[in-house]
């Protein structure tokens, strides 16, 4: 077996870079693209209250990433006439979500190319399937833990690992899926929740993580540096 890397920071992607990548994967017959690569907020934030290089990051992270890897992919899938492109989404894109706005709204593109070019391309033999996980036992779902993030993994949420597991498992299915089973049962029931009821009781419990004494203490350091 043959292992080839290549190391794409996507946080400053440049036009050269992204010709050679693009270069690169049109050597190889790739049968499978995961994209799986995105960031949120440090902590619940009003949309104003984050700096330029937060929402640039989210942007170059979330969606161009994904967006620039599909398009370097798909021209050789379409012409070998099959290929899987799997893209990460998030529970964060199924309702609005107040102090992770653009978190939620860069989920919510993922979700509509993927569903828009499975849509597109499954005519050609390529499929897209859109993943839309809820907590998974990562630094990015648990910040600062002083705990071994695997340490705190329920049954609720978990770890990366049984996680990718599930994930795998669903790849070939359906193009909208939420592979772990607890995730689809929340998600099942949060879907039947008027958003008249849902968004003041998610907005609520944003507030009381925005202003926790720990995101406090970070935002007035934060505004300090700015």
């Given at each position: 077996m043959e292992?080839?890397?290549?190391?794409?920071?996507?946080?400053?992607?440049?036009?050269?870079?992204?010709?050679?990548?693009?270069?690169?994967?049109?050597?190889?017959?790739?049968?499978?693209?995961v994209n799986n690569l995105g960031i949120s907020y440090p902590f619940c934030q009003w949309f104003h209250e984050l700096s330029d290089e937060e929402?640039?990051?989210?942007?170059?992270?979330?969606?161009?990433?994904?967006?620039?890897?599909?398009?370097?992919?798909?021209?050789?899938?379409?012409?070998?006439?099959?290929?899987?492109?799997?893209?990460?989404?998030?529970?964060?894109?199924?309702?609005?979500?107040?102090?992770?706005?653009?978190?939620?709204?860069?989920?919510?593109y993922v979700e509509n190319f993927s569903r828009s070019l499975d849509a597109e391309y499954s005519p050609y033999g390529v499929r897209f399937q859109c993943q839309s996980p809820l907590w998974v036992a990562?630094?990015?779902?648990?910040?600062?833990?002083?705990?071994?993030?695997?340490?705190?993994?329920?049954m609720t949420m978990p770890t990366a690992a049984k996680y990718a597991r599930c994930a795998a498992a669903s790849i070939g299915?359906?193009?909208?899926?939420?592979?772990?089973?607890?995730?689809?049962?929340?998600?099942w029931l949060a879907a039947r929740i008027p958003d008249a009821v849902a968004i003041p009781a998610i907005f609520g419990m944003h507030k009381k993580v925005r202003f926790h004494k720990k995101n406090v203490a970070l935002m007035e350091k934060k505004q300090k540096g700015a």
């Open positions: 292992v080839r890397t290549e190391a794409v920071d996507f946080s400053c992607l440049t036009e050269q870079r992204r010709l050679e990548l693009q270069e690169a994967l049109a050597q190889l017959e790739v049968g499978v693209l929402v640039t990051g989210i942007i170059s992270l979330n969606i161009e990433s994904m967006t620039w890897m599909t398009r370097a992919v798909v021209p050789g899938m379409r012409e070998r006439k099959r290929g899987v492109v799997v893209n990460l989404s998030s529970a964060a894109a199924q309702a609005p979500l107040p102090l992770l706005a653009q978190y939620s709204a860069a989920k919510g990562t630094n990015m779902a648990l910040p600062n833990s002083k705990v071994p993030v695997e340490k705190r993994a329920t299915y359906e193009t909208m899926v939420c592979p772990y089973w607890a995730h689809a049962l929340y998600m």
